[in-house]
C-alpha cells in the first residue's frame, strides 16, 4: 500500500513525501481511511508506531473542507500528558499541514500564558494542548469549544497515570456533542476503557504491535557493577564506543543532575531534562541534543515520555525503572522505525528484584557482560526461571435484570469489552507466537494494578513532567 491509495489530498500528499515515508505504517493504513470517513477510532498504539501522522494527516484533510474558524475558537482538539509531547505533535501538524491554509497552535503550562492567548485571538484550526493549560485558558475566555469538530486523547494512559482524569473529563463536558472523537493509548486497561465509554461512539478499533524492540530491532544487555563505579562504567562506555547520541535514564531527578555534572567534569557534554527544570531549559536540551551538540541527554521517565529522536542509537539506564513496562518504554527510544540500536543497563545487586521483574514482563533473561576492572563487590544474583504471564481470567458478565443487559455493556449500543481482552481489535493472525507474546506482555493489563498511580492534580495545575 501507499500513501497515494488512502485518500488524502495532494497538498497533504507533498507534504508527506517531503518528510521521506514512502510506505503507511500499519496504524497509518488503518487509521487514516477511518478517520476520513468521520469515525471514531480507538487505537492501541505507542509513540513510534506513527500513530501522530495517522491521526494528523486525516484531520488535515477533513479540516481543509470545512467552515473558517472563528476569532477565539478552535476546529480540532489534541489533548496530550506532556509538553514535550504537545509540541512535538503540533510540530508533525505544521509539518504535514505546510501547504495547506490551516493554522495550529500549542498550549502548556510551564511557560507565559499570555502569548498563548494572542495566538488563540485569531482562532486556531488545530490546538494541541496539555489539560491544566488548556481549562486555565478556557477558564480566561481565551479558547471557546463550541466549534470543535474532532477531539484526539493522545496517550491516554498517560494522562491517567499523571492525575489528569478529572481535568479530562471537565474538558469533555465543555466540548460540543456532536464531534469526531479520536483516542489513542499504549495500554487498555480497565480504566481507559471506563474512559473511552464516555467518549468514543462506535469505533473503529485499531491495535498494531507496539514497536517492539525487545524482540527484533534493539539489542539489550547488560553490565553488573557496583553502585559507586556506576558513573566511572558509563564514562567509559561512552568513550569506548565513541558513543555520539546516549539518552540515559535516571530514577530521579536529582540523580539526573548528579549525573549530568560528573559527565560535564570530564568533558562530556551532556544535559539532564526532567521535571524541575523550566520549560525552556528542556525545549533548549532536547534541541541542541537532536542537533548533535550534546551527546548524552539524561531523562527521568516522565520527561522522556513522547520523545521522538529519530534512530537514536544508544540508550542506557542507568538505574533501572521501577515499572517494569517502563523498561519497555525507555528502550522503546531507539530501534525506530526499523532501524537498529542499543539498550545498555547498569544493574547492581540493590536492583536484582526490578531486573527480574523486566525479565517476566520482556519474557526472557538479559545477557549479563561483565567488563574487566567493574566487576562488582556485590555480585548480582543469577535470574530465576522465568514465569509465563497468564492472562487474567474471563469474568462472568453480571446480568442487570432491570433491562437485561449485561452490565459494561456501552451506552449508545456499544459492544460491551470484555475485561480479559488485552487489545483492541485482536492480533492479525499472521503475526508470530512471540510477537503475540510480546504484544500482550507490553500492554500493561496483565498486571493491571502494578502500574504507577499519581495523585490527581487541581483543574488548574499545568502538565507537568517529572
Ligand atoms: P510517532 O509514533 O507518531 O511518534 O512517529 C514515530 C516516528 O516515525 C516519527 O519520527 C515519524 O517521523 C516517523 N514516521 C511516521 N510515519 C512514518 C512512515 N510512514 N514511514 C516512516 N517513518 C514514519
Same mark, same amino acid.
Given at each position: 500500500?501507499?500513501?497515494?491509495?488512502?485518500?488524502?489530498?495532494?497538498?497533504?500528499?507533498?507534504?508527506?513525501?517531503?518528510?521521506?515515508?514512502? =510506505?503507511?505504517?500499519?496504524?497509518?493504513?488503518?487509521?487514516? *481511511?477511518?478517520?476520513? @470517513?468521520?469515525?471514531?477510532?480507538?487505537?492501541?498504539?505507542?509513540?513510534?508506531?506513527?500513530?501522530?501522522?495517522?491521526?494528523?494527516?486525516?484531520?488535515?484533510?477533513?479540516? +481543509?473542507?470545512?467552515?473558517?474558524?472563528?476569532?477565539?475558537?478552535?476546529?480540532?482538539?489534541?489533548? =496530550?500528558?506532556?509538553? @514535550?509531547?504537545?509540541?512535538?505533535?503540533?510540530?508533525?501538524?505544521?509539518?504535514?499541514?505546510?501547504?495547506?491554509?490551516?493554522?495550529?497552535?500549542?498550549?502548556?503550562?510551564?511557560?507565559?500564558?499570555?502569548?498563548?492567548?494572542?495566538?488563540?485571538?485569531?482562532?486556531?484550526?488545530?490546538?494541541?494542548?496539555?489539560?491544566? /493549560?488548556? %481549562?486555565?485558558?478556557?477558564?480566561? $475566555?481565551?479558547?471557546?469549544?463550541?466549534?470543535?469538530?474532532?477531539?484526539?486523547?493522545?496517550?491516554?494512559? $498517560? %494522562?491517567?497515570? %499523571?492525575?489528569?482524569? $478529572?481535568?479530562?473529563?471537565?474538558?469533555?463536558?465543555?466540548?460540543?456533542?456532536?464531534?469526531?472523537?479520536?483516542?489513542?493509548?499504549?495500554?487498555? +486497561?480497565?480504566?481507559?476503557?471506563?474512559?473511552?465509554?464516555?467518549?468514543?461512539?462506535?469505533?473503529?478499533?485499531?491495535?498494531? +504491535? *507496539?514497536?517492539?524492540?525487545?524482540?527484533?530491532?534493539?539489542?539489550?544487555?547488560?553490565?553488573?557493577?557496583?553502585?559507586?563505579?556506576?558513573?566511572?562504567?558509563?564514562?567509559?562506555?561512552?568513550?569506548?564506543?565513541?558513543?555520539?547520541?546516549?539518552?540515559?535514564?535516571?530514577?530521579?531527578?536529582?540523580?539526573?543532575?548528579?549525573?549530568?555534572?560528573?559527565?560535564?567534569?570530564?568533558?562530556? +557534554?551532556?544535559?539532564?531534562?526532567?521535571?524541575?527544570?523550566?520549560?525552556?531549559?528542556?525545549?533548549?536540551?532536547?534541541?541542541?541534543?537532536?542537533?548533535? @551538540?550534546?551527546?548524552?541527554?539524561?531523562?527521568?521517565?516522565? &520527561?522522556?515520555?513522547?520523545?521522538?529522536?529519530?534512530?537514536?542509537?544508544?540508550?542506557?539506564?542507568?538505574?533501572?525503572?521501577?515499572? *517494569?513496562?517502563?523498561?519497555?518504554?525507555?528502550?522503546? /527510544?531507539?530501534? /525506530?522505525?526499523? &532501524?537498529?540500536?542499543? &539498550?545498555?543497563?547498569?544493574?547492581?545487586?540493590? @536492583?536484582?528484584?526490578?531486573?527480574?521483574?523486566?525479565?517476566?514482563?520482556?519474557?526472557?533473561?538479559?545477557?549479563?557482560?561483565?567488563?574487566?576492572?567493574?566487576?562488582?563487590?556485590?555480585?548480582? *544474583?543469577?535470574?530465576?526461571?522465568?514465569? &509465563?504471564?497468564?492472562?487474567?481470567?474471563?469474568?462472568?458478565?453480571?446480568?442487570?435484570?432491570?433491562?437485561?443487559?449485561?452490565?459494561?455493556?456501552?451506552?449508545?449500543?456499544?459492544?460491551?469489552?470484555?475485561?480479559?481482552?488485552?487489545?483492541?481489535?485482536?492480533?492479525?493472525?499472521?503475526?508470530?507466537?512471540?510477537?503475540?507474546?510480546?504484544?500482550?506482555?507490553?500492554?500493561?493489563?496483565?498486571?493491571?494494578?502494578?502500574?504507577? /498511580?499519581?495523585?490527581?492534580?487541581?483543574?488548574?495545575?499545568?502538565?507537568?513532567?517529572?
Amino acid at each position: 500500500m501507499s500513501f497515494t491509495d488512502l485518500g488524502l489530498s495532494a497538498a497533504i500528499l507533498e507534504a508527506v513525501e517531503q518528510q521521506g515515508y514512502d =510506505t503507511p505504517s500499519p496504524i497509518q493504513a488503518q487509521a487514516i *481511511p477511518a478517520v476520513l @470517513e468521520g469515525k471514531d477510532v480507538m487505537a492501541a498504539a505507542q509513540t513510534g508506531t506513527g500513530k501522530t501522522a495517522g491521526f494528523t494527516l486525516p484531520i488535515l484533510e477533513l479540516l +481543509s473542507g470545512g467552515k473558517k474558524v472563528k476569532p477565539n475558537h478552535i476546529r480540532t482538539l489534541i489533548l =496530550t500528558p506532556t509538553r @514535550e509531547l504537545a509540541a512535538q505533535v503540533c510540530e508533525s501538524v505544521s509539518l504535514y499541514g505546510k501547504n495547506l491554509p490551516l493554522t495550529s497552535a500549542v498550549v502548556f503550562g510551564g511557560v507565559k500564558i499570555n502569548p498563548q492567548m494572542q495566538k488563540l485571538r485569531g482562532g486556531v484550526d488545530v490546538l494541541v494542548a496539555t489539560p491544566g /493549560r488548556l %481549562m486555565d485558558l478556557h477558564g480566561q $475566555r481565551a479558547v471557546k469549544f463550541d466549534q470543535v469538530e474532532i477531539l484526539v486523547l493522545d496517550e491516554a494512559d $498517560r %494522562m491517567l497515570d %499523571m492525575g489528569f482524569i $478529572r481535568d479530562i473529563k471537565k474538558i469533555l463536558a465543555l466540548l460540543p456533542k456532536r464531534r469526531q472523537n479520536l483516542m489513542f493509548s499504549a495500554t487498555f +486497561s480497565d480504566e481507559i476503557r471506563e474512559l473511552a465509554k464516555g467518549l468514543v461512539n462506535n469505533p473503529v478499533e485499531i491495535s498494531v +504491535s *507496539p514497536r517492539n524492540t525487545t524482540v527484533q530491532s534493539v539489542e539489550q544487555w547488560i553490565h553488573p557493577v557496583d553502585k559507586n563505579q556506576k558513573s566511572k562504567l558509563l564514562i567509559k562506555l561512552i568513550n569506548d564506543g565513541n558513543w555520539r547520541q546516549v539518552l540515559v535514564f535516571t530514577r530521579t531527578k536529582h540523580g539526573a543532575n548528579r549525573l549530568t555534572k560528573s559527565l560535564e567534569a570530564v568533558n562530556i +557534554s551532556a544535559a539532564a531534562i526532567h521535571g524541575n527544570k523550566s520549560q525552556g531549559a528542556r525545549t533548549k536540551a532536547l534541541a541542541n541534543f537532536k542537533a548533535g @551538540e550534546i551527546r548524552v541527554l539524561v531523562a527521568t521517565d516522565i &520527561a522522556a515520555r513522547g520523545l521522538d529522536i529519530e534512530q537514536l542509537p544508544q540508550v542506557v539506564n542507568y538505574e533501572l525503572p521501577n515499572v *517494569p513496562e517502563d523498561y519497555v518504554h525507555r528502550i522503546g /527510544r531507539t530501534g /525506530r522505525a526499523g &532501524a537498529s540500536g542499543n &539498550a545498555v543497563s547498569l544493574v547492581m545487586a540493590d @536492583e536484582f528484584k526490578q531486573l527480574i521483574d523486566i525479565e517476566r514482563v520482556i519474557q526472557k533473561h538479559l545477557t549479563r557482560e561483565l567488563v574487566k576492572g567493574f566487576e562488582p563487590a556485590n555480585p548480582l *544474583p543469577k535470574s530465576p526461571a522465568i514465569r &509465563a504471564i497468564k492472562a487474567p481470567r474471563p469474568k462472568k458478565p453480571k446480568v442487570d435484570h432491570q433491562d437485561g443487559q449485561r452490565s459494561g455493556e456501552m451506552a449508545s449500543g456499544h459492544k460491551p469489552v470484555s475485561k480479559n481482552r488485552r487489545h483492541m481489535g485482536g492480533q492479525q493472525p499472521s503475526q508470530n507466537k512471540s510477537q503475540n507474546q510480546n504484544q500482550s506482555n507490553n500492554d500493561g493489563n496483565a498486571k493491571p494494578n502494578n502500574r504507577r /498511580r499519581r495523585p490527581s492534580r487541581s483543574s488548574h495545575q499545568a502538565a507537568k513532567p517529572a
